[in-house]
């Protein structure tokens, strides 16, 4: 089988590994590079028949203006990187506001966004900083003394579910159903069953939160949305609900995937390691680097009537999957972009998208990786993966280790 974009002037026959990406197998997920540069060679916009059909436009120049092109390709008819959308509709009843900004165009995007800016803004952010720095010396000091961890599983996804937390006002026992739910409705979105019932437990327990808050208001996210005023009026229940919601999945998996795959690259990297231990000027760069490289999040879009992407047209209702991830890896805007260089100066990344919808939380999330690689490296300079073929890693909409065995000398500092 081979997979061909229409009107592609360079368009070659493509080998059967790469006929149809699957962003959730084990190929794509395990080396997604690969695909990417096949694709770009012979046709910089594939197509795949998987979970519903979808179109991955690779060059940098090619996302960047389908997600500037709202009219044709508006966040409104649906994100998730799985079809069909009919499969939506239960969920659907679940959350009837939507999960706005993200999945809202404008005006309901604009805002919805806004509301929540001031919450992710650098000041707001600076106020979570004391929290987060103990939280990862809490974590390190839970497994300094073994000479061993999983940088992933004790590390790494244990941060921002806390801090995710710590903005909408909720418990920290509940971190382990946050997870639970955002891997329900993200790495495992394929799974329908599994999805929705992620989403209701979630949105019950959402509902449930803004419930107490309307009884006894607290000083929390949550409660800045209830009393946030619109045109004068109090906003709708189900949008407090989506927003809420919003937060809990964009922040968690996202930003656990960064720090996971940070930790992984001075695992296996020695000199990285060593670079980032004796000098704390590569640091803003490396980090740059760090989200370049190893991007996490893919988005979708389902196009309007006369779409097309840079010539290729795209049919009304199919889905288009926009890979800032490969678009981080395009040749023409990076030099050598398949090499990690940990100072790289030139580096306009778009691991945080691009346009009306760019990341409200990239000030939360850079601090968070920051705080997270401060932490570690202070207590444990020294370390490396304890068996490579342990590690392992999902997809999806998110990609990101999920294991990762480390060992380090018992003599880091506790
Ligand atoms: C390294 C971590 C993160 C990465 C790589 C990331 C990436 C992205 C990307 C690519 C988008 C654009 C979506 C689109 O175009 O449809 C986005 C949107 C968004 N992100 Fe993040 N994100 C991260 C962390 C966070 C955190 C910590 C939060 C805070 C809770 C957050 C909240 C949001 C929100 C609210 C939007 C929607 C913005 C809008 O639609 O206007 N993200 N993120």
């Given at each position: 089988m081979t997979t061909q974009a229409p009107n592609t002037p360079d368009s070659t026959e493509v080998p059967e590994r790469f006929a149809n990406y699957d962003l959730f197998g084990e190929d794509y997920v395990g080396d997604p590079a690969a695909f990417w540069a096949q694709y770009r060679q012979s046709c910089p916009v594939a197509h795949s028949d998987l979970y519903g059909g979808s179109w991955l436009p690779v060059r940098y120049a090619d996302v960047q203006a389908t997600a500037r092109d709202i009219e044709h390709f508006p966040s409104g008819n649906g994100i998730s990187v799985v079809g069909p959308d009919e499969d939506a509709e239960e969920e659907d009843a679940l959350l009837p506001g939507g999960v706005p900004p993200i999945d809202a165009d404008p005006p309901l995007h604009t805002w919805t966004r806004k509301l929540i800016l001031p919450s992710m803004a650098p000041r707001a952010v600076q106020s979570y900083e004391q929290g987060t720095r103990a939280l990862c010396r809490r974590l390190i000091a839970g497994f300094i003394?073994?000479?061993?961890?999983?940088?992933?599983?004790?590390y790494a996804q244990q941060i921002p579910v806390r801090v995710i937390g710590a903005l909408l006002g909720v418990s920290e026992e509940r971190s382990d159903d946050f997870v639970g739910w955002v891997r329900g409705i993200l790495?495992?979105?394929?799974d329908k069953e599994r999805r929705q019932e992620a989403v209701l437990a979630a949105s019950e327990f959402l509902l449930s939160e803004i419930a107490k808050r309307k009884e006894s208001p607290t000083d929390d996210l949550i409660s800045d949305l209830i009393n946030a005023e619109v045109d004068g009026e109090q906003m709708d229940e189900m949008f407090v609900l989506g927003e809420a919601f919003l937060l809990m999945v964009a922040g968690i998996d996202t930003t656990w995937s960064a720090i996971g795959a940070s930790m992984f690259h001075f695992a296996s990297n020695p000199d990285d390691r060593k670079r980032m231990a004796e000098d704390p000027d590569v640091w803003p760069l490396a980090i740059e680097e760090l989200l370049r490289f190893y991007s996490p999040v893919t988005m979708a879009r389902v196009a309007e009537e006369g779409a097309h992407i840079n010539g290729c047209p795209i049919p009304a209702g199919d889905r288009v999957l926009m890979s800032f991830p490969a678009a981080n890896r395009d040749p023409e805007v990076f030099d050598q972009p398949d090499t990690f260089i940990i100072d790289r100066a030139q580096n306009r990344h778009l691991a945080f998208g691009v346009g009306i919808h760019r990341c409200a939380g990239s000030n939360l999330a850079r601090m968070e990786l920051r705080l997270a690689l401060e932490e570690w490296f202070a207590a444990i300079p020294e370390f490396e993966l304890a068996d490579p073929s342990t590690v392992t890693w999902a997809g999806g909409q998110v990609r990101g280790p999920r294991s990762i065995p480390v060992v380090f000398p018992r003599s880091a500092r506790a």
């Open positions: 003394e073994q000479g061993q961890a999983d940088a992933a599983a004790d790495e495992f979105a394929y």
